[in-house]
């Protein structure tokens, strides 16, 4: 298995960019959700997903997009970039939402 | 904001010297887990306490949930130089529709050989 995989692994956006980090898990997990790592302050989640066609807000969901079309895939869109969107972005999965959460590698985004 | 508060921020200790990095919340949480952070990597599962004053211990790692089930402590006994990282502690995200995690900020764990 190769367990959630992250692309790209770096990216540099111009503000008002918009772009798409994808998300994919072989697991066959049912949740899946999207955090930003920024320095100090941990990870808040952005969107999470319970299952196929379901998803919800996380803490800081603003100018991100999420579907989940199928069990697998988890895509994050931003909309226009912000220089304030400049992160780590991480996938996590798991069987359920309160089980243990298994993470990508990330995606270091850059916005300037 | 954040609901678990986690302290301290960084520790720096001698290889061979203990660490313990605590994590409070203001409300009861129905279960915490811990993560580590390889520099430059993605949070790793270490565990998930669920019991009023559960204890459990993975080698050098004990891990503590309090008996009011708001506060909770991970303790590395003896530390190595492959325990650096950042430990983080998560709990359910309160008020939240259906289960979210929300995440202390971390400690940092500097190990000098």
């Known amino acids: 298995n190769a367990g959630v995989t992250q692309t790209p692994k770096f990216q540099v956006l111009k503000t008002g960019q918009s772009m798409t980090l994808q998300c994919a898990q072989d697991m066959n997990h049912e949740y899946m959700s999207w955090y930003r790592q920024d320095p100090g302050m941990g990870l808040r989640l952005i969107h999470y997903?319970?299952?196929?066609?379901?998803?919800d807000q996380g803490e800081v969901p603003n100018g991100y997009n999420v579907s989940r079309s199928t069990t697998e895939d988890f895509p994050l869109r931003l909309l226009s970039a912000a220089p304030s969107q400049t992160s780590v972005y991480f996938c996590?999965?798991?069987?359920?939402?309160?089980?243990?959460?298994?993470f990508g590698p990330g995606t270091r985004l850059t916005v300037t | 904001g954040q609901q678990v508060m986690q302290i301290p921020q960084y520790q720096h200790v001698q290889e061979g010297e203990d660490f313990t990095t605590y994590c409070n919340s203001s409300t009861t949480l129905s279960n915490i887990q811990w993560y580590k952070q390889r520099p430059g990597g993605h949070p790793v599962f270490l565990i998930q306490l669920v019991k009023s004053g559960e204890v459990k211990k993975q080698k050098r790692l004990t891990f503590q949930f309090g008996e009011a089930k708001k506060n909770s402590s991970l303790h590395i006994t003896a530390t190595q130089t492959t325990d650096v990282g950042t430990y983080f502690c998560?709990?359910?995200?309160?008020?939240?529709?259906?289960?979210?995690?929300?995440f202390g900020k971390g400690t940092k764990l500097s190990v000098i050989p």
């Open positions: 996590a999965s798991s069987l359920q939402g309160r089980d243990e959460q298994y």
């Open positions: 998560a709990g359910p995200r309160r008020g939240a529709g259906s289960y979210q995690l929300t």
């Open positions: 997903s319970v299952g196929a066609g379901i998803t």
